[in-house]
């Protein structure tokens, strides 16, 4: 882990030199503020003078090292609109002279939110890039921003012991990172999580997992982190109960999409709809969706290819799934959608 996390951060030093060059010498605060330079930049990147919608952005290439079309994969844009987007920014930062300083202990909790975001996009750029373990190298093979995101999320829980959106997103990466294991054959192969062995998956993480989530509750009120911790959990409450509660599950996609209307959360409830209501129900959600949101969006090309078989329509769920595999990059992945749709 050590290891990785000093990888991550000699591919972010470029950028983040840079970063100093163009907006100057960062104030260094209170030593005591935050415990950790990586989320001390991190925050010091949510300045609110800063457009909300880039601060995360701005943290991801300047402080985790992720270049202009990683961050536009995950925003759902094209690399160079998310290029031009950072460039003024960082243009904007340095005319208005925005101080790029550390926060006061009583501004963290206000820029929380933004580093929770980046946090959350640094996660999962972690988890496609690895798209989980090989079948010799184990979690080796993943590269800095996994663990990096998990550590990260969990010192921010112990400086904002009383964040429950924290809580929640700690509970939700652990949840989902319990199954990194069990993600991959052992030949290799690339195995959905419906038929994933649960026994490889983490008993230790989940463990934790149900703690943060348990804490995030408590805490309150619920919000959109906590909710998808709670989702995970769900999925992983499979190793107990051998079966997974898909109206459960289903409800809270619901409750998702009214606190975050993203795409990602769109396709997932249409996937949870259609073990619930039937293919039909579900393809009428994706349906709903606008055609330049999901053009390139991989997810609801695999959700559409398996709601259309489900509804007998073969010719377009072959037709859907070709989509799919046209923009995956992972090898074992698209085996997997050929022999399930095209073989």
């Known amino acids: 882990d050590a290891a990785r996390r000093r990888e991550t951060a000699a591919r972010a030093l470029p950028e983040i030199a840079r970063l100093y060059e163009e907006l100057g010498e960062v104030d260094a605060g209170d030593p005591d503020t935050v415990p950790d330079k990586r989320l001390e930049l991190l925050f010091a990147c949510a300045h609110p003078a800063v457009d909300a919608s880039m601060r995360s952005p701005l943290m991801l290439q300047a402080v985790l090292g992720l270049d202009a079309a990683r961050i536009a994969s995950a925003f759902l844009v094209s690399p160079s609109t998310m290029g031009q987007r950072l460039v003024r920014a960082k243009t904007k930062i340095r005319q208005a002279r925005i101080p790029f300083t550390l926060p006061a202990r009583d501004e963290i909790p206000e820029r929380a939110g933004s580093v929770l975001d980046a946090i959350y996009v640094a996660y999962g750029a972690g988890w496609e890039d690895g798209n989980g373990p090989g079948p010799a190298t184990g979690t080796d093979r993943w590269n800095g921003l996994f663990p990096e995101a998990i550590r990260l999320a969990t010192v921010l829980t112990d400086l904002l012991p009383d964040n429950a959106e924290?809580?929640?997103?700690?509970?939700?990466?652990?949840?989902?990172?319990?199954?990194?294991?069990?993600?991959?054959?052992?030949?290799?192969?690339?195995?959905?999580?419906?038929?994933?062995?649960?026994?490889?998956?983490?008993?230790?993480?989940?463990?934790?997992?149900?703690?943060?989530?348990?804490?995030?509750?408590?805490?309150?009120?619920?919000?959109?982190?906590?909710?998808?911790?709670?989702?995970?959990?769900?999925?992983?409450?499979?190793?107990?109960?051998?079966?997974?509660?898909?109206?459960?599950?289903?409800?809270?996609?619901?409750?998702?999409?009214?606190?975050?209307?993203?795409?990602?959360?769109?396709?997932?409830?249409?996937?949870?709809?259609?073990?619930?209501?039937?293919?039909?129900?579900?393809?009428?959600?994706?349906?709903?969706?606008?055609?330049?949101?999901?053009?390139?969006?991989?997810?609801?090309?695999?959700?559409?290819?398996?709601?259309?078989?489900?509804?007998?329509?073969?010719?377009?769920?072959?037709?859907?799934?070709?989509?799919?595999?046209?923009?995956?990059?992972?090898?074992?992945?698209?085996?997997?959608?050929?022999?399930?749709?095209?073989?």
């Open 166 to 343: 924290a809580h929640g997103l700690l509970a939700m990466m652990l949840h989902s990172g319990a199954r990194a294991e069990a993600r991959r054959s052992p030949g290799g192969e690339f195995v959905p999580l419906d038929e994933q062995d649960v026994t490889r998956w983490s008993r230790t993480r989940m463990l934790a997992a149900e703690e943060h989530l348990a804490t995030a509750l408590r805490l309150g009120p619920v919000g959109p982190y906590q909710l998808m911790g709670a989702i995970q959990s769900l999925h992983n409450l499979r190793a107990v109960t051998g079966q997974t509660d898909w109206a459960a599950i289903a409800e809270l996609y619901d409750g998702l999409v009214t606190m975050t209307p993203t795409v990602g959360a769109y396709v997932a409830r249409a996937k949870a709809t259609a073990h619930t209501q039937g293919p039909f129900a579900a393809l009428a959600l994706l349906d709903e969706l606008p055609a330049a949101r999901i053009s390139n969006y991989q997810p609801y090309w695999v959700v559409r290819a398996y709601c259309l078989r489900e509804a007998g329509d073969g010719v377009g769920a072959v037709a859907a799934a070709s989509q799919a595999i046209g923009l995956t990059s992972d090898p074992p992945t698209k085996r997997h959608l050929y022999r399930e749709y095209l073989a």
